[in-house]
């Protein structure tokens, strides 16, 4: 008997919500109009350049890829010279970002130039800051070619 009783609701309030938008030229709905997206707000709060989260990431991160996707032994020993490039480069609006420069000793005794930004709310599900990096010479499914020109600002 109640299960009846839901079921009956059920088609009421569907067909009640249904009905609001039903209209020829006529604006959206009250369901439609999105009022509590009022869109992103983002507090332009990134670490900097030399923060031990963002150069942890990309560490574990390049050791990852070399291992798993090109059998190869090649880790990040060391990162020197870190220095900013930009922060947050482009129009009010845009997602800020800290970019980034430094130079990324390899485990095979080479120094090769990395790039890489620090984005705010860009980590897993928006929680966290995000990091994208590029060593040059390395960027071997060529993801930011040429010479990980597409890290940069």
């Known amino acids: 008997m ?11 309030v569907v067909a009640a919500t249904t009905g609001l ?6 604006g959206a709905n009250m369901l439609e109009k999105n009022f509590w997206l009022s869109g992103p707000r983002y507090d ?3 670490p900097l350049c030399d923060h031990s989260w963002a150069l942890f ?3 574990a991160r390049f050791g990852r890829k070399e291992s798993r ?4 032994d090649l880790r990040i020993e060391g990162i020197e010279d870190i220095r900013e490039t930009a922060f947050m480069p482009w129009r009010h609006g ?16 080479a120094k090769r130039p990395l ?3 620090i ?4 980590g897993f599900i928006g929680a966290s800051w995000g990091v994208e990096w590029c060593v040059v010479g390395l960027d071997r499914n060529f993801a930011y070619n040429p010479n990980c020109r597409m890290a940069r600002p």
């Open 2 to 12: 109640a299960f009846h009783a839901y079921r009956t609701i059920a088609a009421f």
């Open 21 to 26: 938008g039903v209209g020829d030229g006529l």
């Open 44 to 46: 332009a709060v990134v």
């Open 57 to 59: 990431k990309i560490r």
């Open 69 to 72: 996707f090109w059998s190869s």
């Open 94 to 109: 845009t997602i800020p970002r800290r970019f980034c420069r430094a130079t990324a000793v390899i485990s095979d005794g």
């Open 115 to 117: 790039y890489y930004s």
């Open 119 to 122: 984005a705010e709310d860009a």
